[in-house]
């Protein structure tokens, strides 16, 4: 009887540590780190679509962001893509 009695209870004290470590499949794991201090771009969309526009045809379009840093957001050397 106190075989069977230690026998459950060290598969007990063996089992439950190795289920408390088991991820859902609804849990996302840690948490992201904290984003670091300075100037963030954000856009509100990255990308347009033109449609079909005819060859020739000059088109505008303005792509709105912000800063949603913590510091002065500097844009520089600005390219066409």
Partial sequence: MKNAIL???LALAVGFPLSAFQLGDDDLGPPP???????RISFDQISHDWGTVL??????HSYKFRNTGSSVLRITNVKPG
């Fill in 7 to 9: 026998g459950v209870f």
């Fill in 33 to 39: 780190p904290p984003a670091e201090a300075g100037p």
């Fill in 55 to 60: 060859q020739g045809t000059k088109v505008v």
